[in-house]
């Protein structure tokens, strides 16, 4: 009895096993992320005290509540009535959007349904940035700038906009880090086309800065 109850579990993991890779390969996957926990955390005199960046990190992985709880600090929205964000925008421009790199693939945050959409399936850390850690990593977050968004002004004042607002998220997940006792480091250091090209980013959007999380 005891036997073929976990025969039929096993049999039940692989289906969905199966089923999830494959909606994952036609690029249909959606994963719903657990609500974030937006009240909890150390005192922010606390966090300030202790953030800093690392390099070093461990192979755990990230549970899927830790993962929420960091993008929405990072760009989560904050206000539902109006939909604006953890993080400020010049002219409520609301430029940015968050990618996220997981061991088996790329995903989109949606901000909006709280979901990782995906974008393609896979181990692609190594190209996530030039230093060696990043590519064992267990996350890398992304930081993109929709240039169309910041509209038709000089092409060098929407450059500094994207900054100034990649350099609120990156702040958040620094500080989240410090108050969940999370490793993090943000990063210049990446191929913008190689890097482009596997968020499947059209023209407009640049990515702006990375950063690697994890233990
Ligand atoms: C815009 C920006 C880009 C950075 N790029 C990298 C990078 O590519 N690689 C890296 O290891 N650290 C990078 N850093 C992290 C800095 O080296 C780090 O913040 C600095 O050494 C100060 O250390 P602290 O963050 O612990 O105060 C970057 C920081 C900023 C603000």
């Known amino acids: 009895m005891e036997r073929s109850f976990y025969k039929m579990g096993a049999v039940i993991a692989l289906i969905l096993c199966i089923f999830t890779q494959k909606s994952m390969a036609q690029g249909t996957s959606i994963i719903q992320l657990p609500a974030p926990d937006r ?27 830790e993962l929420s709880n960091i993008l929405w600090a990072a760009n989560g929205i904050n206000r539902e009535k109006d939909g604006k964000h953890t993080a400020p925008t010049a002219m409520n421009r609301q430029n940015m959007e ?20 995906l974008i393609q399936v896979g181990n692609h850390m190594k190209s996530a940035g030039m230093q060696d850690f ?29 900054g100034v607002h990649a350099g609120a998220i990156m702040q958040n997940i620094y500080l989240y880090c410090a108050s969940a006792d999370l490793h993090t480091v943000v990063r210049a250091s990446f191929d913008q086309k190689v890097l482009a090209e596997l968020l ?7 990515i702006i800065l990375a950063q690697t999380v994890g233990y």
């Open 39 to 65: 009240a909890g955390g150390k005192a922010l005199m606390a966090c300030l005290n202790v953030r800093k960046s690392s390099r070093e990190f461990s192979s755990k992985e990230i549970p899927m509540q």
């Open 98 to 117: 968050v990618y996220v790199m997981l061991p088996d693939g790329i995903f989109f945050y949606n901000d909006l349904n709280n979901t990782l959409d």
């Open 134 to 162: 990043v590519a064992k990593s267990m996350l890398n977050i992304i930081i993109v700038s929709d240039m169309n968004k910041l509209g038709d002004g000089a092409a060098e004042k929407k450059l500094v906009y994207a």
């Open 200 to 206: 499947k980013l059209p023209e407009n959007k640049q």
